[in-house]
Every structure is written in structure tokens, then in C-alpha cells.
């Protein structure tokens, strides 16, 4: 039996590392050219030879019209025939070129599409594998939103990337190679040349403008997570009036964003005057050259077109360039979040080689357990005992003694920090999560429901239950009367977090749907804390019954419901200080009977 403690794992908030834009794309690759999708990789390919084929045909549609030009120049004799064929093959060409773009983007559509799906699915399956440490330092708010710009970012780099950028590279190769192959290298150098210091600067200024673009991010995120966090606890906010403060809260946030959002803007437009003027002095240059090219005869007319074409033609998308370069830039940022939790090492994971837990009992054991969530902070200490196949433990003890924490390290949301916890004999560390979870059924005391039906709820135990099973774990928890009196019924939506639903409703939907889980092992944690003291013993009397041949471990605060528990263990500050059974403890006047005797008073006085 291997009771050692597990290796120390960093906090799972510890933030990853910040990847550089190429690692950013090197990361996205693999999900663009999967492996084992012979029809994805065929539509890459197929998309790049479309881009090929309408750059080909966009390059040559100024070489037909300088041809007319020319042949319009030469005079009568060629002025009919030979022009019309150009014409005609310039607008082929144009045809050409836009078919194959419209064609490419079709092609590619699914490649993206899968891509972002793999990749939001991915980073989905993710957090549900991080501990349950870091969703509680984690704002839900905040979260939602990084997954929402990550997977929009993904969308937009992939067709600035492909269809934008690319695209814009292949033209300006081309077009610099048939200036120097028509005309001296002058052409194709102060073309070069003016391209290089566009995009030098672009990329300077850009990445100066980035940190602004990364505020805002941490902004906007900062207030959609006060926003959703203000706006689930609605209930709180109307009870001590706070409408005014949370406004305040929220303000100051947007006030935030308002700011680096006016910095963004007001280095934007640095960068397009600086951007406007090196395309400025490129053409003039160039148009300067031609001019001077026709004036000394070594240039035609239609040469002279052919270069002012050229310019347009290339100058258009590369003024365009210094946006796309923006877009792309904030598409990165906007995934890196995203990616950084893809990052984060999951703070209890399987270990390799980690076999499904064989249950054949359900013994329980907890040997020398102790657990800390901080170094600083110990919350069981040396805590040792058995639930025997088929018998009943109670848990109990006053506020902060640490009984949840016992429910928490027997699902393995936590590893403990000594001893160990087995079932069946088998250390809990050894065995997948999966087949540990898929053998304890637990009632927990904060019970929250999917914004979703009654019977949604209800079947999450068991997704493939039939109706008539989701109906009798509906009658053994006594909510089927209920149920069965509302308009809907079983079709009734309990709210977002089931805030429709009374507190005993909710908790009885959470019974039921453990009841259909049907699973080896029970843990009900203050069960019915939230239930009338008539509906209270009418469900007990149930949950004894389909527990009777389980083993089961209750968390209790209300004593009485323990009573006929097979034995009791109190815990107080992190130790059990007493065992036995009811009568027992009772007879040792302890910590057991204080309790007993407190709530026996509490309970007399609120029925005075």
C-alpha cells in the first residue's frame, strides 16, 4: 500500500509564461494542419494554390493593360482587333482572380471553423481538468470572457494570416520581379525599399501601441467580471441597497478601459500619417522615374500605366497591411490569455499508468491523513478512520473544523499532503479520477442547479436514464408531488444557479439526481440542511433506505440527524477528538453532548 505524499505541484494560478507571437502561431499550426484529417489538409492545400492562381491572374491584368494602351497608341491599324482581345483578357483575368479568392475562402472556411472549434474545445476540457483551487480564485466573469476574444481571435488571425497577409507577401514578390525583368533595378529597389520601410515602421509603432491594446484587455475584462459577479448576486445587492456602490465598482473599471482606450486611439493615428507618408514618397519617386522614362523615349505610354498600375494595385493592400498587422497583433493578444491556460499545470492529475478504481465493497479508509491549502494553514491533522462495506459514519463537529475539506479530498478535488486515503484498498492517487468520481454519489450542502428543466437537473446523475428512472429518483427524494403541480412539470426551468427554487427544492433535486446516479459509495454533505423538519425525516427515511446496502458518509451540523449513525466522529479544529455511537458520546459528556445539548435548547426555544 503506498501512503506517501504526493510530490509538491505549484499553485495552479501561477501564471504561465508569456509566448512570443511566433510561438503564438507555431501553437495554432498544428490545429490548422491536424493530424489524421487527410480532407482538412487536402483543403489547405487546395486554398494555396487557389491563392497562387488569383495572385497569378491579378499580376498579369496590368501587363493586358499596358498592351492596349500601347496598341491604342499605335495607331488605326491596330486600333480595333488587338485592343478588344486585350480588353477581353483583362477582364477574364479580373474574373479569374476574384473566382479563385471567393473559391480559396470557401475551401479554407471548414479548415478555420475546425480549428477554433478544436481549440475552444480543448481549452474547455481544460478547466474542467484544473483543481478546484484555481476556479476559486479564478472569476467566472473574467474567464467566460478570455475563451470569448481567444476563440474570436483565433477566427481573425487565421484569415488575416491566410487571406490577407499571405496573399499581400506573394503580390509584392511578383510585382517587384517583373519590374526588375521589364525595366532596371531602380524600379524594383525604390519598390523594395519602400515596402521594407513600411513595414519597419509599422512594426515598430505597432508593437510600441501593443501594451495599450493589452490594457485594454485587463480592463474590459476587469469590469465584465464585476458585472457578471455584481449581477449573480442580485439578491444581495437589492438587500442592503448597494445598486449605488456596484455601479461605482463597475465605473471605475470601464473608467479604466476608457482610458488606455483613448491612448490607443491617439497612437493610431501616428501610425497612419507615418504609414501615409512613406507611401507618398514611394509612388512619387516611382511615378517620377517613369514620367522621366517616357520623356526620354525609353518608356512607352503604356509603360508609364503599367507602373501606375503596379503602384495601385500593390499600395492599396499594403496601406491595408498596416491594419491587418494591427488586427493580427490584438489577435494574438487576445488569444494569449487563452493559451496561458491551456498552460497551467493541473494541480491533481492522473498519474501515469493509472488504473479504474475496482470497487467490490466500498471500504472507506482514511489513514493518518493530513491536508493543508497553504503551507501556513493546516486543516487536518492525523485524521484516521474506516467506513466498513455497508455501514453508516457520521461526521461532525462545530463551524471550521474541517468536515467539507474530508468531502473534497474523497472526490480528489485536493491531494493530501500526508497519509492517504484508500477505498477498497486501492489509494485513491493511483486510480483515474474518472472511474473515483463515477463511484461516490454526493449531496453537497450549497446545491446549484443548470439554468436548464426540473427533469435536465434531475437526470444529470445518469444522462442515459430512462424517464421512468429520472421520475423514481424524483419520488424517493419527495419532489415528484411537486413537480407533478407545476404548468411545465417536469419541463418546468429552475433559473440560472435554480434561483426559481426554494432552497428544500433545490436540495431535493440534488438528491434525486444522486439517487439516480446509483453509485457504490454516498456522501451526503449537510444534506438537508436546507428542508422543513416533516420533509427532513420523510427523506432521511428514503436516503436510509437506498443507502441501506452502501457505504455512506455524512457531514452533519444538525446532530439529529445522525442518530442512528454507525459511528460518530467528532472533529474540532482539524483532529477527531471523539468516536462512538450516539448513546455513547452522549454518555462521555463531551464535546459531542455540548453540541447535542445546544441545539436541543436552540430547538425548544423555537418551538416556545
Known sequence: MDISAPAQVPPATAAAPRRSDRDTIRFLLPFVWPKGETELRARVVLALLLLLGAKYATVNVPLLYKGAVDALSAGAAHAIAVPVSLIL?????????????????????????????????????????????????????????????????????????????????????????????????????????????????????????????????????????????????????????????????????????????????????????????????????????????????????????????????????????????????????????????????????????????????????????????EPERRILEDVSFAVEPGSTVAIVGPSGAGKSTISRLLFRFYDVSDGAILIDGQDIRNVTQASLRAAIGIVPQDTVLFNDTIYYNVAYGRPDASPEEVREAARLAQIQRFVESLPAGYDTMVGERGLKLSGGEKQRVAIARTLLKHPPVFLFDEATSALDTHTEKEIQASLREVSRSRTTLVIAHRLSTVIDADQILVLEHGRIVERGRHGELLAVGGLYASMWRRQQEAAREGLA
Open 89 to 373: 483578357g483583362y477582364g477574364l483575368l479580373r474574373v479569374v482572380a476574384s473566382a479563385s479568392a471567393e473559391l480559396r475562402d470557401a475551401v479554407f472556411a471548414k479548415v478555420g471553423q475546425r480549428a477554433i472549434r478544436s481549440l475552444g474545445l480543448a481549452t474547455f476540457r481544460h478547466l474542467h481538468a484544473l483543481s478546484l483551487r484555481f476556479h476559486l480564485e479564478r472569476q467566472t466573469g473574467g474567464l467566460s470572457r478570455v475563451i470569448e476574444r481567444g476563440t474570436s481571435g483565433i477566427d481573425s488571425l487565421l484569415s488575416y494570416l491566410v487571406f490577407m497577409i499571405l496573399p499581400t507577401f506573394v503580390e509584392m514578390a511578383l510585382v517587384c520581379g517583373i519590374l526588375w525583368g521589364l525595366y532596371d533595378f531602380s524600379y524594383a529597389g525604390v519598390t523594395f525599399v519602400t515596402i521594407v520601410a513600411y513595414i519597419a515602421y509599422t512594426l515598430t509603432i505597432t508593437e510600441w501601441r501593443t501594451k495599450f491594446r493589452r490594457q485594454m484587455n485587463e480592463t474590459e475584462e476587469e469590469a465584465h467580471a464585476k458585472a457578471i459577479d455584481s449581477l449573480l448576486n442580485y439578491e444581495t445587492v437589492k438587500y442592503f441597497g448597494n445598486e449605488e456602490h456596484e455601479a461605482k465598482r463597475f465605473d471605475t473599471a470601464l473608467e479604466r478601459f476608457e482610458r488606455a482606450s483613448v491612448k490607443s486611439a491617439t497612437t493610431l493615428s501616428i501610425l497612419n500619417v507615418g504609414q501615409g507618408l512613406i507611401i507618398a514618397i514611394g509612388v512619387t519617386a516611382i511615378m517620377i522615374m517613369a514620367g522621366h522614362g517616357v520623356t526620354e523615349g525609353t518608356m512607352t505610354v503604356g509603360d508609364f500605366v503599367l507602373v501606375n498600375a503596379y503602384l495601385i494595385q500593390l499600395y492599396l493592400p499594403l496601406n491595408f497591411l498596416g491594419n491587418v498587422y494591427r488586427q493580427i497583433k490584438q489577435s494574438i493578444i487576445d488569444m494569449e490569455k487563452m493559451f496561458q491556460l491551456l498552460k497551467v499545470e493541473r494541480e491533481v492529475a492522473d498519474r501515469p499508468g493509472a488504473s479504474a478504481l475496482q470497487v467490490s465493497g466500498g471500504r472507506i479508509e482514511f489513514h493518518r491523513v493530513g491536508f493543508a491549502y
